[in-house]
């Protein structure tokens, strides 16, 4: 359970992390939510930082008018997200490194990328 001075930590952290900042994850309710959306040709934003060895949630917010499969080979996750539909996929405390998602519906898509450190 952290207690409110890590909960600080963290958003000084962000702050400190500049123009990075708007791709930094929220922390709600005791675990970081890293927030994605596909546009139709890739995702955005292509790299989400979240902190490691913690458990996390992606949302992932499909925007365009196709379904996907949002697909971690990685962190072993796939789910369906239809157009217009936001969803909430929860991971697993990970050790630090940097682990790849993919439309599995579509390999033309961009891969993107969720970096725990
Ligand atoms: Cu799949």
Redesign the pocket.
């Known amino acids: 359970m952290p207690c409110r001075k890590n909960v600080i930590l963290m958003f000084l952290a962000a702050a400190a992390a500049g123009p990075l900042a708007f791709s930094q994850p929220v922390r709600a309710g005791g675990a970081t939510v890293a927030a994605v959306r596909f546009n139709g040709d890739r995702f955005e934003p292509a790299k989400l930082t979240v902190p490691a060895n913690q458990p996390f949630k992606v949302e992932v917010t499909n925007a365009d008018n196709k379904a996907i499969?949002f697909?971690s080979f990685d962190l072993h996750r796939?789910r369906v997200v239809r157009p217009g539909e936001t969803i909430t996929v929860y991971m697993a405390p990970t050790a630090p490194g940097h682990y790849t998602f993919c439309d599995?519906f579509d390999h033309s898509v961009t891969e993107g990328a969720i970096e725990a450190r």
Do not use: K
Request: proline share 0%.
């Open positions: 499969e697909e796939e599995d």
